[in-house]
Nanobody
Framework: VQLQASGGGLVQPGGSLRLSCVAS????????MGWFRQAPGKEREFVAA????????YYTNSVKGRFTISRDNAKNTVYLQMNSLKPEDTAVYYC?????????????????WGQGTQVTVSS
C-alpha cells in the first residue's frame, strides 16, 4: 500500500486547509486510516482516524470541533478538513493506514505511512 498526502501550505490563524491522502496498491486490506502530525522538536502525535466504512471517526481532544476526517472509498482517498487553525497546529501531517480497525491512538495499529505534508499556521 502506498499513501500520497497533499494539501498542506501556509495559512493565517483562523483559516482552513483540507489535506488529502490517496491510497494505492492492496487497499482492500485497509480498514483503518488516520492522520498524525509532528511539530519540530516534538514526538509524532495522533490527530484523527476513521474506519473503512467511514463510521467511528475519532479525534485528539485538541482538534475536536475544528477538524473533520472523512473518506471516499470510490476515490481511495481520506481527507482531513481543518478549520479555525491555530499556530499550534503547525506541523508535518502524515497519513497512515492499518489493516485492522482500532481505537488505539498510538502509531502501533498503522502498517503504512505517507510522506507527510507541511502545514504552517502563521500571520
Amino acid at each position: 500500500v502506498q499513501l500520497q498526502a497533499s494539501g498542506g501550505g501556509l495559512v493565517q490563524p483562523g483559516g482552513s486547509l483540507r489535506l488529502s491522502c490517496v491510497a494505492s496498491g492492496s487497499i482492500l486490506s485497509i480498514n483503518l486510516m488516520g492522520w498524525f502530525r509532528q511539530a519540530p522538536g516534538k514526538e509524532r502525535e495522533f490527530v484523527a482516524a476513521i474506519s473503512r466504512s467511514g463510521g467511528l471517526p475519532y479525534y485528539t481532544n485538541s482538534v475536536k470541533g475544528r477538524f473533520t476526517i472523512s473518506r471516499d472509498n470510490a476515490k481511495n482517498t481520506v481527507y482531513l478538513q481543518m478549520n479555525s487553525l491555530k499556530p499550534e497546529d503547525t506541523a508535518v501531517y502524515y497519513c497512515a493506514a492499518g489493516q485492522s480497525f482500532s481505537g488505539d491512538t498510538s502509531p502501533r495499529p498503522y502498517d503504512y505511512w505517507g510522506q507527510g505534508t507541511q502545514v504552517t499556521v502563521s500571520s
